[in-house]
Every structure is written in C-alpha cells, then in structure tokens.
C-alpha cells in the first residue's frame, strides 16, 4: 500500500511540475473556505466524524447540501438522517470528503461564457462520468469515493483557462473548435506542450487535495494501456481514465475508444451499459441536490444499449 501512495506522489509531482511558472500571472479560483477548512481536517489520518461535524454543522448552506445527498436514492438508506454527526458516523469520512469536495467545486466552478463553450453540458459530461467512475469502481473493487470525484474533476481546467488564463489558451480552443476531428488534449499538446489535464493537476494540487487525485485528473487523457503500464489500472486513476472515454452528450455515438478499453478492466459492453443505466436512475436527483439544472444524458446510454 506504501509503494501504490508513494507512486501516486510521484506523478504527481511530474504532472504539476512546471505550472507554477507557466500561469506566474494567476492563481486558480479558490474553493469556499468552509470547504477548504473541512478538506483540511479531513487530510489528517487521525481525524474522526466528531471532528469533522462541527465544521460542516457552522454553514448551513454546506451542511444543508450534504444531507441532501446523504438522503438521495445515490446512497439508498433505510431511513432518513437528520444530522450532520450522524451523516458523518454512517457513511464515512471518505464518503463525507467526496460529498463536500463535490458541493465545494460546484460552488467554484462559474461560466466563462465563451463561444462554443456551454455550462449545462460540462456539468452533464462530468456528472454523468464522475458517477460511472463510481460505479466502476465499485464493480471493481476499488475506491468508489475517489473514483466519483476524480472524474467530476477531470475537466476541471478548461472553464479555469477559458477564464483566468483566456488569452493565453484562446487560440487552442478556437482552433478545436473549428476542427473537432482531433480530441482538444491532442490540439492542446501540438500548440501548447501541455494539455487541460495537466492544467487541472496543478489546480487540485493548489486545492492540497490528495494525490490521488491529482493523478486522476492529470492522467485521464492517457489510454488504459499508458495507465496499466504505471501499475495504475486497478485504482481510481483507471476508473477515472475509462470513464473519460464515456461520449459528451454532444457526440453519443463516438463510442470506439470506450468499446477498444474497456476489456482492459475486464468489462464487457453489456455490463458498460447496465453500469450506466444504473446512473441515469440517480443522475436527475444528485444533479438536482448539488444545484445543477441539467437533463440526464440519455443519448449518451441509448448509445451504449446499442
């Protein structure tokens, strides 16, 4: 376990090397201090959910929105929680991060309101891949929590950049958006010597957020091959990596690359798409607990049905 952590920091590290000096000019938009503050608690291997409570408990809007998703069809519980200490004892810490992470970036994430680019379907793409992620990792064993968040996050970087950093990124994305034969990482890469995943990398590791993660995100444009061959494939970084290959809800059809992976995690296209029927059933109501008005993509898994 040691040398999988260890691993992880390492990427890390080479993911976000240099971006410091590339965006000198600006800083990526913090996440809600509140947010921030429990993710802090939440980073020390000795904290328990009496810790953690209070600091959710002191933001109502915070805390309103954990109980929310606490008592959705996602977690299927028995009856209803009533309380932040209890939410925090039955489910979790882990559980409890990936939920107030998910609110945090929610809250962080604005329009950038540039040609070509829409909001609603951003939200759509990384929802609906953040909770196949999980389902994925749960059908295979590992780290369900980290799975849905590292890909509600892998796209992080482009409202960031077409906001913050637009001058520098504008003719990259003007020039993938006149020509969409090639995915933007490849645009990205030609032009730039970096792509969006990088970028979002370097993001998360500004936010402290665990390595893991980082690496979720850096490494999500690379095929599964390129991830087995890091000793990653069996972990969130693997779920992550195969639920980028999930079509945007603008291309349902664009289905090769899902169908030419998906073997490598030993999951067959039936099972692909029974995972995703089993999102759409909870994508409407966790969209709606975390403030998104967006439709389920339901192009997206008639395309899988076949």
Known sequence: MFRIFKKFSQYATLLT????????????????????????????????????????????????????????????????????????????LKEIKSLVLSYGVVQTIKDPHREGFDIAVFWEDSLFRAL????????????PEEAFSGALLEDVALPVLLTNWYEGYRRVYETWQADRSRSLHEVEREMLSWDHAQAGAWVLRSWKLPDVLVCCVGLHTHSLVQIAEMGF?????????????????????????????????????????????????????????????????????????G
């Open 233 to 305: 494939l069996e972990t969130p970084i693997g779920a992550v990596a195969l639920a980028s290959k999930i079509p945007s809800v603008t291309t349902p059809q664009a289905l090769e690359e899902l169908k030419a992976e998906a073997p490598l995690l030993r999951l067959s296209l039936e099972t692909i798409a029974a995972l995703a029927e089993k999102v759409l059933d909870t994508f409407g109501e966790i969209a709606a607990c975390l403030g998104l008005e967006i439709s389920p993509p339901v192009t997206v898994v008639e395309a899988l049905r």
């Open 132 to 143: 196949f992620a999980r389902e994925v990792a749960r059908h295979r064993g590992f780290q």
């Open 17 to 92: 090397g240099d971006f410091a000096r590339i965006f000198k000019d600006f800083s990526p938009p913090p996440l809600p201090e509140v947010v921030a503050r429990v993710l802090d608690r939440l980073s020390h291997p000795e904290v328990t959910p009496a810790e953690v409570a209070p600091l959710i408990e002191k933001d109502p809007a915070l805390a309103a929105q954990v109980l929310k998703l606490v008592n959705s069809a996602f977690f299927g519980l028995s009856r209803s929680i009533t309380s932040i200490r209890e939410a925090t004892t039955l489910l979790g």
